[in-house]
């Protein structure tokens, strides 16, 4: 029934049982949705991943019965990336992309539609329809577990990269599933501890990624968060699913619990989560019975089993663009995107790139370069169909033209330590150049565990810095979840930002090393010179059950220019081995009206002798804003490729909402400055061109004026001030002039209206009266 197409999804939920329709509203298994096989209804497999699929035999191939489907989803969730215990064994080899902590850095929609496309073809090839990602939670803490997963701390680069993603994938016929709606920034507790947030701060920073990407790229799926929003579990906020997601946004997808998310599952489907993952018998039974008593409204049992079966048939609709998937390509491919990702955090005395003509003997130090961090832990953690040492694409630039010598990071006791620092700065002083490879500690991150610290591994600091006394050409390989502390900055010259690079992170490293590759990524993250430093710092991570995220709008950068604190490196920084130059900004708007948008023109061009590509960034500055806002926000991006010498003009349109905040005391976007100042920068505290708009606002309605108002805002109005005067003479039988004497004495009362005219006049006036007068006064068109 339902596989024929003339068959209206209406008719076929019209003939389910409702024992039917609660299972077509669960899973089966761990990876699958149910099957009806009565109607011809097939299930859809799915899978984690968006940086790799991660396809476990034992999981999906074994069965579906859910007895241990907890203990299985717990391995998964448990299990670490650098473990050699064998958690690789049941899944099946596929491309391990770089993590969206490093693909954020690229800033390049083209990379990240093409790994769409690449994910694609190895889900069809895997037989699996849905991919459980992106995931876009802004990254407002560098200490959150699953930081290293997402992309920014900006909802514009969060929403614009996730939209390239999910159309690479659903453009060659897998669906994505959006996530984690909303505010899922914490694993501490991570199912209880709700995220306390003001409505402001959800609308321009924490939902407004989500909006982006969900009116780019339609997302056949949207995955609900584990923790509570404002106190609301997430897969059961109303507010949030239905109110935002389906009636202002228009959201007309399917709405998926994460794993085991859901408390209350009558609940969870009449807010809006249609699909409960993974299979539970005691969740299906508190649904049924809802169902059976009419606890849940039918109509909306229907409606959710209407948009499980449009996702279906979308899945069966889709075929592959391209028989099969090839590996080699996309292993190519993920060598691309890391390198095109790469922050070349700093390079004094240009000691990058290294020059194999002049190099004779390279040390390079650290485990990272034989062992590689190449990815995160969790759920998104996928086994790689190959890996790119570090240290093997090194000796592959080596052969022939340097001699190269590797030393391990340094084990053991703080006296063993010493020594091997001790023998590690004897050989640099042997050789052309040094470089270290550092990373964060294993097992200190990941899902289910935030951060305490930005340390690195002890012993490494220990290395740099003693390192940073012996050699001078000294490089500095980063691999991190996400921000670090680099307490010896100032000594080391040149340091690169790796994150988890994927397995063609070692190729990207070699590459950019030896300047095979110009380094053109950007940092999507500010990174703080300490840990203290961090926004949001000092409420973090809650108490009671309750984390309030106290630094409101000013996320990242916003929060580091609010309170002029300088970072060990700023967002959107990154340098290259050539040079730009930024020339002849215009602006078609001679002012921002209500509804209108504008293009922003300027002029690109490569200053020094080797090509190279910049990211260019859009800011916008409100002047004199109606509301307290953050000194500049990101609006657009675009990265643009140059020869030496090359200059290219590009344009980015900017829509009215770029220029709005929320207000919510309306309920809704307001335009209201004096002007706007647009930037073009290099980083967001490295403004190259600026050119001011003004602002034509909108005409706000004033607050409403109620007795308890201060007179002195009643009587600020010049219209409710002759009103009023005109309403005292009234009453009091009084003069003009008298009643303006009594106005003004009223004006310097910090009373309410009311009580003031009591305190002056006495009952003269009734409240009634007051009531009266200032009704009308709110209905006169003021403002």
């Known amino acids: 029934m339902f596989q024929d197409a003339k068959v209206a999804v209406v008719d076929v939920v019209a003939a389910m049982t409702d024992e039917e329709k609660v299972d077509l509203l669960s899973g089966r298994g761990l990876w699958k949705t149910a099957a009806i096989a009565r109607l011809n209804v097939p299930s859809i497999i799915m899978t984690d991943g968006t940086y790799g699929v991660r396809y476990s035999t034992t999981q999906i191939d074994a069965g579906d019965d859910d007895e241990d489907s907890l203990q299985q989803f717990l391995a998964v969730v448990n299990q670490e990336a650098d473990d050699d215990t064998g958690m690789f064994g049941t899944t099946l080899p596929a491309t391990c992309f770089p993590n969206g902590n490093l693909i954020g850095c690229s800033w390049d929609y083209d990379l990240t539609y093409r790994m769409g496309q690449a994910l694609a073809a190895e889900c069809h090839q895997l037989g699996v329809q849905l991919l459980l990602g992106p995931g876009i939670n802004t990254r407002r ?21 996730a939209a390239a993603l999910i159309s690479g994938l659903q453009d060659n016929g897998i669906g994505a599933s959006l996530k984690h709606f909303a505010c899922n920034n914490s694993e501490i507790d991570r199912t209880n501890t709700s995220s306390d ?113 449009d996702f279906v048939r979308k899945c069966l609709a889709a075929k592959p663009s391209a028989p099969g998937a090839d590996l080699d390509r996309h292993h190519a491919l993920a060598r691309d995107i890391a390198a095109e990702s790469i922050v070349l955090l700093k390079n004094e005395k240009a000691v990058l790139p290294l020059d194999t003509a002049t190099i004779r003997r390279l040390l390079v130090v650290g485990d990272g370069a034989v062992k590689p961090q190449i990815q995160g832990s969790g759920s998104a953690t996928t086994n790689p169909y190959l890996v790119d040492t570090p240290l093997s694409q090194i000796e592959v630039r080596a052969s022939g033209r340097f001699v190269l010598e590797h030393l391990p990071t ?65 490089v500095v390989v980063l691999t991190m979840p ?132 910049e990211i260019v960034q859009i800011y916008v500055r409100p002047v004199a804003p109606g509301l307290k806002r953050p000194i500049r926000e990101l609006k657009a991006f675009a990265k643009i490729a140059l020869q030496p010498g090359e200059s290219r003009s590009v344009t980015f349109s900017l829509a009215p909402r770029d220029f709005q905040y929320f207000d919510t005391s309306r309920g809704s976007w307001v335009l ?55 309403f005292i003479a009234e009453k009091l039988a009084v003069s003009d002039d008298e009643a303006s004497i009594i106005a003004e004495k009223v004006r310097g009362s910090f009373l309410g209206f009311h009580e003031s005219l009591s305190w002056f006049i006495g009952d003269s006036i009734s409240r009634e009266d007051v009531v009266v007068l200032l009704s009308n006064l709110n209905n006169d068109d003021r403002g």
């Open 141 to 161: 803490t560098p200490l959150a577990g699953r930081a290293y997963e997402y992309y920014s701390e900006d909802p514009v680069i969060n929403g614009d990269l």
């Open 482 to 613: 996400d921000a670090v502390e680099m307490p010896w900055l100032e000594t080391v010259p040149a340091a690169l930002a790796c994150f988890y690079p994927g397995q063609g992170g070692g190729e990207a490293i070699a590459r950019i090393l030896f300047g095979e590759q110009n380094p053109c990524g950007k940092l999507s993250a500010t990174m703080p010179a300490m840990i203290e430093d961090i926004p949001g710092w000092h409420s973090y991570p809650g108490e009671h059950g309750r984390h309030l995220y106290s630094e409101g709008i000013f996320v990242g950068y916003r929060y580091y220019d609010l309170k002029s604190i300088a970072p060990a490196f700023p967002f959107g920084h990154g340098l290259s081995y050539t040079t730009f130059g930024y020339e002849d900004l215009a602006i078609d708007a001679s002012a921002i009206s209500p509804g209108s948008s504008c293009n922003v023109t300027l002029t690109i061009r490569n200053t020094g002798t080797v090509p190279g590509k």
């Open 197 to 309: 947030v003001s409505e402001r701060a959800l609308r321009e920073i924490y939902l407004a990624g989500f909006e982006r990407a969900i009116a780019k790229s339609a997302p056949w799926t949207v995955m609900s968060a584990y923790n509570p929003v404002n106190g609301v579990q997430a897969a059961e906020n109303q507010w949030l699913l239905t109110q935002v997601l389906r009636q202002e946004w228009g959201y007309d997808g399917l709405v998926v619990s994460d794993w085991h998310a859901i408390k209350d599952r009558p609940a969870s489907l009449a807010a809006g989560t249609e699909l409960d993952m993974p299979e539970s018998k005691p969740r299906k039974a508190q649904l049924l019975a809802a169902l059976k008593t009419g606890e849940i409204d039918r109509q909306a049992v229907d409606a959710a089993c209407g948009r499980m079966l």
């Open 410 to 474: 340094p084990p053991g006791t703080a006296t063993e330590i010493e020594a091997h620092v001790a023998r590690i700065c004897e050989r640099a002083g042997e050789v052309d150049a040094v470089v270290v490879f550092a990373e964060n500690e294993k097992g200190r991150n990941g899902e289910g565990n935030d951060r305490d610290t930005l340390d690195i591994v002890p012993a490494q600091n220990a290395v740099i810095a003693a390192l940073a006394g012996v050699a001078d050409k000294l």
């Open 672 to 726: 209201q400055a004096e002007a706007f100042v647009i930037e073009a920068a290099a980083s967001s505290r490295d403004i190259r061109l600026s050119q001011v708009v003004p602002c034509r606002g909108e005409p706000l309605r004033p607050p409403a004026f109620t007795e308890h108002s201060a007179a002195s805002a009643i009587l600020a109005d010049a219209a409710a001030a002759e009103t009023v005067r005109a």
